[in-house]
C-alpha cells in the first residue's frame, strides 16, 4: 500500500509518522497492492485534526477526527477506518479474502450491518434559477443540499451546506 503523509501547520515526530504507517499497513491483508492512503495532520493551537482517506479498486473511506491529542486522532480515525471496510467486507471478500474477527484491530466480533434500502422516492422538476436563488432554496426548505438546473450553464448542479456555514457547489458534467 502506498502510504503519504502530508503536514499542514503541524511537524509530526518520526514516532508518529511511524506509528501512522504501521497501523495502515494492517489493512494490507484486506487492501490489494494498489491501494493507497493518505493522512493529512494539521493543528491550530491545541486543536490536531486527522484526516485519513483509503483508497483500492471500487472503495473509498474517509475519517476526520480533531482532538487535543493527535495520536487519539489515530486510533479514532482508524477505527472508522476498519468499521466502514468491514461494512464493505462483501466488496473486498471478491478481491482479497473474508474478514475474519481475529484480524480486526478495534473489534472483538464483527459488528452487524443492515443493507440500506430506499424507503422514499421524491420526483420534481428542475426550474432554472441562479446560484443565489438556490441558497436561498436551501435555506427554505431546511435540507442539507438542494439540487437545480443552473441558469447559467444548464447544467445540473447541487448546492451544499457546509459545517462552517458556508455552501458548496457541485457541478455535473455528462
Not at 8 to 23: E, G, P, Q, S, V
Amino acid at each position: 500500500m502506498k502510504i503519504e503523509i502530508v503536514e499542514r501547520n503541524y511537524r509530526a515526530k518520526d514516532r508518529l509518522t511511524n506509528l501512522i504507517t504501521k497501523k495502515i499497513e494492517k489493512f494490507d491483508k484486506y487492501l490489494s497492492e494498489n491501494a493507497a492512503a493518505k493522512v493529512v495532520l494539521s493543528g491550530v493551537k491545541d486543536r490536531y485534526k486527522m484526516e485519513v482517506s483509503v483508497s483500492d479498486k471500487g472503495l473509498f473511506v474517509r475519517s476526520e477526527v480533531e482532538t487535543d491529542n493527535m495520536y487519539a486522532n489515530l486510533d479514532m480515525c482508524l477505527s472508522k477506518i476498519e468499521r466502514q471496510i468491514v461494512k464493505h467486507s462483501e466488496r473486498l471478500a471478491e478481491r482479497k479474502r473474508a474478514i475474519d474477527p481475529l484480524d480486526l484491530m478495534f473489534f472483538d466480533e464483527l459488528p452487524e450491518f443492515h443493507k440500506p434500502k430506499i424507503t422514499r422516492r421524491k420526483h420534481y422538476d428542475l426550474v432554472p434559477m441562479s446560484e443565489e436563488e438556490a441558497m436561498e432554496q436551501i435555506e427554505l426548505v431546511g435540507h442539507d443540499f438542494y439540487v437545480f438546473l443552473n441558469e447559467a450553464t444548464q447544467k445540473v448542479n447541487v448546492i451544499y451546506a457546509r459545517t462552517d456555514g458556508d455552501f458548496g457547489l457541485i457541478e455535473t458534467d455528462i
